[in-house]
């Protein structure tokens, strides 16, 4: 078998591209420490805009009655809500309907309205109409002017990050 000195030529000079090349790679690599940094987000608040129920269900003496309401989530994860705080000092307050039927003596606050709830909102978007059953009593003294009011009545949701 002869060797033949321009393929012998082309396999040294290879070599020594190859040996090069390792010589580069050696000189430009690095390594470095330190740190990162990450930033949580700063939770917001969800917004509670009250809302008309599907059907009125208030009468003077009548069993409580529903509030309604959707639910904006301006965070960017799910927020799922389990309980519901009617806000003391916040009497319902007449929104809709004749100066005649004020909220103060006409409505008021179940004793018995429910205090859990579930209510998941998802990130960045608005809920349909919820609603809580059994929270508004009409007094049975209302007066006629009474028909067709809507009340607001002041809540605090409670819920975490899902």
């Given amino acids: 078998m002869r060797f033949n000195k321009r393929l012998g030529g082309v396999i040294g000079a290879l070599v020594m591209l190859l040996a090069a090349a390792g010589v580069v790679y050696a000189a430009f690599s690095a390594t470095g420490s330190g740190s990162g940094r990450a930033t949580a987000v700063s939770a917001q ?25 959707t639910l904006f989530n301006p965070n960017p994860y799910k927020v799922n809500f389990t309980s ?18 004020p909220a103060s003596g006409n409505v008021s606050i179940a004793t018995t309205a429910p205090t859990s709830v ?33 009340f607001s009545v002041p809540i605090a949701l409670n819920g975490t990050q899902e």
Wanted: glycine residues 12%; contains cysteine.
């Fill in 45 to 69: 608040t969800i917004n509670i805009t009250a809302t008309a129920c599907s059907s009125a269900d208030l009468y003077p003496g009548g069993p409580a009655g529903a509030i309604c309401f």
């Fill in 84 to 101: 519901v705080t009617y806000l003391p000092g916040s009497p319902p307050a007449a929104i809709t309907g004749s100066t005649a039927c």
């Fill in 118 to 150: 579930n209510f998941t909102v998802l990130a960045g978007q608005t809920t349909g109409s919820l609603s809580i059953a059994g929270v508004v009593l009409m007094a049975s003294t209302a007066p006629d002017a009474c028909q067709g009011a809507s």
